[in-house]
Structure formats: structure tokens, C-alpha cells
């Protein structure tokens, strides 16, 4: 969550996120119109496009030397592309594609999948536990997990009711977070085994789409949003544990009926129960727009940060201790200059100095992101550097190295 990539009708954008008030531009290509995916390696010199005037080709750059890497074309059009260390996966309608990234030889082609029409797939950032999960049937929401390295099926997972609306796993690939069609309800169970650990209800009164399912790198956090204008970050914590010196009062007091009932009740009915509210939520000024949200650390701080379909960038201050209503605190355009829509848009922002002060009061309790598993927060990363050798597999790839990759022939 250090960078953003978007996809434009003239090409497509790179940018650092090390920053608050400044938007680094890393790259900016105007070679191929229409982009419609752009996947970057975590912050190195290594993204995958994809084109309208081309669907069916998959395009692989070294951008800071301007080179193409390779490119690859399938039998449909293709409709996600996720990437790891280790891995690079491409998704279409009723396949999946598995290359090796080192050198990217197809290693693995899922045919026959069931009908996947928006090419819902999530692979799991760290490396050392490839894990690949995707839709098990077209008609109920059940996930296929498959590990990634060993390239084999690890398990099915009956995640929901309906179709699958969303796929996310963690920093580490030791848990997964979905949400079905209705978009009422978000699962998360543990990786490999598929167990579920917690069960969030986002809302009960209306079905919406949830375009984006995201935990924050110390996976303590999970974020949602949806077509809606509210977002919603639940914190992954097992209420027992919670609140253990909670002071006595009557809310109190019903909450550890409830605890105490749901030994005595059915599975169905104490699952209900036991469901948590969001922790946090953020209001948008857009409703029925398509987002992407992340729970990044930028300068120290936990921040959301919101990008919108219309060429936004939102980014919010997240209260790490008592949630609430996140504070805005910065809107970018990623469209051209926008400064004086910028401007004239943080005028009318509320004064930020005392949430943000709070929010600074308590950075030392904020768990540092430079110690998470394949993650570096800057690693001289931040603008298509080199990727600090540690946090490659065996067999390491230097992307700003000469022989990065072994002679393609395609």
C-alpha cells in the first residue's frame, strides 16, 4: 500500500504514497491507450498492462528503463491479473493462468473454472505461501483455495449463501476475508485450513456491492467498501478479549448475557450475536461510484485512503484506539494538475489540528509496517528502485539489474 497505479484512457500512472500533502508521480506511459489493468510489483520497477484496444494480451515493463519485459496472449479477454514475488496469475472468464515470475513461464492453467465474469481473484502478497483463492461455483459462495508454490488444490471453503462479491487475504496469507453479492455479511477464516474466525455485518436493511475488501499490513484491521457512500473497518478481535476491564454499567452487563447465551443457543442464532459493529467508518461525498480502498502507514501515522472511479485520491486519518468517524484530511487529483478543485474542496474540510493530534498522540502504539513480512516502507523502493534483496524468494531478482530476467522467447 506504498504506491497507486491507474489505468487511463491515454495510458496509465504511477504513484508514490510515502507522503500526505504531496503526490509523487513515478511514471506516467501514454504508450498504449485505454489501460484498463495496471498491476505494479510492490514498488518496483516491474507492472503488467493490460489494454482495451488489446484484452486478450497481457504487456510486462521494466518501466524505468522503458522496456518490454515480455508479453503474453490468452484465449478471452482478461479480467484480473494479481502478483507476488513468486507468482503471477492471470484470470479470465472460465481459467486461470499461473506464470512463474522470475522468468515467466506458464507453470500451471486451471481450466473449466465456473463462470467468473468479473474476474474475482485474490493471491496472497507474501511469497513463501502463494495462496490463490477464486470462486468455487457460479451460484453459492464457495471459495477454492490453491497453494500457489506446490500447485495443487489446499481446500473449499463454503464461504456464503450467494456468489462471491469480494476476495482478500492478509499480509502474511494466514487469513482471508469474503463477501458475497448481497454484501451484507463479511467472513474471514484461517488460511490454509478454513476455518472461520470472525463474521462482521456491514448492514442488514439493503444489499450492497462491495467492490473493496482490504486488511491493513499487521492484519488487524479490516476495511469495506461498497457502492454506497459509507465505508466500514471492522477490527479483527475476539470480544472476550476485548474488553476485559470494561466499567460496570447496563450495556455492560446485557453484553455478557448475550456472551454467556450464546453457549445455550444454536450455532446459527449465537453467530448473530456475536457479530461486531464497525470499529470505524468514513462518509464519502460520492455514493454509487466504484472505489478502491487501503489501510496504509504514511508518515508513521494509519491512514485510509479512498480512490474513486471519477479520479480522486481520499485520504483519511484512522484513530487506531477508539475508531469512530475517520477525519479527512487530504483530496488529490489524479487526473491532471486539479489544484484548484483540490483546493477549493479542502477549504471546505473541517479543522483537522485536533484529530490529528489525538491521532498523533497515540503513534506509539502504532504497530511500524517497515517490520511486516514482505514489506519494506521505503527500502529505497519508493520510486521504482530496487527491491532490498531480503524480501525476494530464493533466487532473487534485481530489477534494475541487466539480467533481471532470463531471455523470454514467446
Known amino acids: 500500500c506504498s504506491s497507486l497505479a491507474i489505468g487511463t484512457t491515454t495510458g496509465y500512472?504511477?504513484?508514490?504514497?510515502?507522503?500526505?500533502?504531496?503526490?509523487?508521480?513515478?511514471?506516467?506511459?501514454?504508450?498504449?491507450?485505454?489501460?484498463?489493468?495496471?498491476?505494479?510489483?510492490?514498488?518496483?520497477?516491474?507492472?503488467?498492462?493490460?489494454?482495451?484496444?488489446?484484452?486478450?494480451?497481457?504487456?510486462?515493463?521494466?518501466?524505468?528503463?522503458?522496456?518490454?519485459?515480455?508479453?503474453?496472449?490468452?484465449?478471452?479477454?482478461?479480467?484480473?491479473?494479481?502478483?507476488?514475488?513468486?507468482?503471477?496469475?492471470?484470470?479470465?472468464?472460465?481459467?486461470?493462468?499461473?506464470?512463474?515470475?522470475?522468468d515467466m513461464k506458464l507453470l500451471k492453467t486451471i481450466m473449466d473454472t465456473p463462470p467468473n465474469t468479473t474476474g474475482l481473484c485474490a493471491l496472497s502478497i507474501n511469497h513463501a505461501n502463494s495462496y490463490l483463492a477464486y470462486p468455487g461455483s457460479a451460484t453459492s459462495g464457495e471459495i477454492v483455495l490453491y497453494d500457489g508454490n506446490t500447485l495443487k488444490p489446499a481446500c473449499t471453503i463454503p464461504a456464503h449463501d450467494g456468489p462471491l462479491a469480494a476476495l482478500t487475504f492478509n499480509s502474511t496469507g494466514s487469513k482471508l476475508a469474503s463477501a458475497s453479492e448481497k454484501g451484507t455479511v463479511i467472513r474471514v477464516f484461517s488460511i490454509p485450513g478454513g476455518q472461520k474466525l470472525y463474521e462482521f455485518r456491514r448492514g442488514m436493511k439493503r444489499y450492497v456491492n462491495i467492490s473493496s475488501l482490504v486488511f491493513s499490513m499487521d492484519s488487524q484491521f479490516l476495511c469495506a467498501s461498497s457502492n454506497t457512500e459509507t465505508v466500514h473497518i471492522f477490527k479483527l478481535e475476539h470480544l472476550t478479549d476485548s474488553r476485559p476491564e470494561e466499567p460496570p454499567s447496563w450495556s455492560g452487563y446485557m453484553g455478557k448475557m448475550f456472551q454467556a447465551a450464546t453457549n445455550y443457543l444454536p450455532a446459527q442464532v449465537s453467530g448473530m450475536m456475536s457479530q461486531d459493529r464497525a470499529f470505524a467508518t468514513v462518509r464519502l461525498n460520492i455514493s454509487g461510484q466504484r472505489n478502491i480502498c487501503a489501510l496504509s502507514t504514511i508518515q508513521k501515522l494509519p491512514r485510509l485512503l479512498v480512490t474513486t472511479s471519477d479520479g480522486?485520491?481520499?485520504?483519511?486519518?484512522?484513530?487506531?484506539?477508539?475508531?469512530?468517524?475517520?477525519?479527512?484530511?487530504?483530496?488529490?487529483?489524479?487526473?491532471?494538475?486539479?489544484k484548484m478543485e483540490e483546493n477549493k474542496e479542502n477549504d471546505l474540510q473541517p479543522p483537522v489540528p485536533q484529530s490529528y493530534a489525538a491521532t498523533v498522540a497515540r503513534q506509539s502504539t502504532v504497530p511500524s509496517t517497515s517490520t511486516m513480512p514482505g514489506y519494506s516502507e521505503d527500502g529505497g523502493a519508493l520510486r521504482g528502485e530496487v527491491i532490498p534483496e531480503h524480501e525476494f524468494a530464493t533466487g532473487p531478482v534485481c530489477l534494475d539489474d541487466e539480467n533481471e530476467f532470463p531471455p523470454v522467447s514467446i
Open 13 to 102: 500512472r504511477l504513484f508514490s504514497l510515502s507522503s500526505v500533502e504531496q503526490l509523487d508521480q513515478v511514471h506516467e506511459s501514454n504508450e498504449i491507450p485505454d489501460v484498463y489493468i495496471v498491476e505494479r510489483l510492490f514498488s518496483s520497477s516491474l507492472v503488467v498492462v493490460v489494454s482495451h484496444a488489446k484484452p486478450q494480451q497481457m504487456n510486462v515493463y521494466h518501466f524505468k528503463k522503458g522496456t518490454e519485459i515480455c508479453n503474453y496472449s490468452y484465449s478471452s479477454k482478461i479480467l484480473s491479473i494479481r502478483l507476488n514475488r513468486q507468482r503471477l496469475v492471470v484470470c479470465l472468464e472460465e481459467s486461470i493462468y499461473i506464470h512463474n515470475i522470475k
Open 312 to 338: 480522486h485520491l481520499y485520504i483519511y486519518n484512522l484513530d487506531p484506539q477508539d475508531g469512530g468517524e475517520c477525519v479527512l484530511i487530504k483530496n488529490h487529483s489524479l487526473l491532471g494538475s486539479g
